[in-house]
């Protein structure tokens, strides 16, 4: 399985962005998919996760709770992070994140993501 993500940039304090993650091979629409951040020196924290076993069940980090939104598109294997209000401290490397078991887990390559203020 491979995930692509896309979708990061630059953007001023209070704008939005999109994060898209498509996976490639194997994802079955009830294994968790997600996104993780991290920044330099800190650790890889989760932001976002959704599982989709019939109308799809998502958590979400305190810190991003009302600000972004997960969504996932099973017939295209693709999650989508959805951003908005972002602040200076949302400022880190995305990675996508899927799971089918305890020896199956994937990233994806990190996307940065940069909010100015």
């Known amino acids: 399985v491979q995930l692509q993500a896309s979708g990061g940039g630059l953007v001023q304090t209070g704008g939005y962005l999109r994060l898209s993650c498509t996976a490639s091979?194997?994802?079955?629409?009830?294994?968790?998919m997600g996104w993780y951040r991290q920044t330099p020196g800190g650790q890889r924290e989760l932001v976002a996760s959704i599982t989709s076993s019939g109308y799809g069940y998502t958590s979400y980090a305190d810190s991003v709770k009302g600000r972004f939104t997960i969504s996932r598109d099973n017939a295209k294997n693709t999650v989508y992070l959805q951003m908005d209000s972002l602040q200076p401290e949302d400022t880190a490397v995305y990675y996508c994140?899927?799971?089918?078991?305890?020896?199956?887990?994937?990233w994806g390559q990190g996307t940065q993501v940069t909010v100015s203020s």
């Open positions: 091979g194997s994802i079955r629409s009830g294994d968790p």
């Open positions: 994140w899927a799971w089918r078991s305890t020896t199956q887990e994937y």
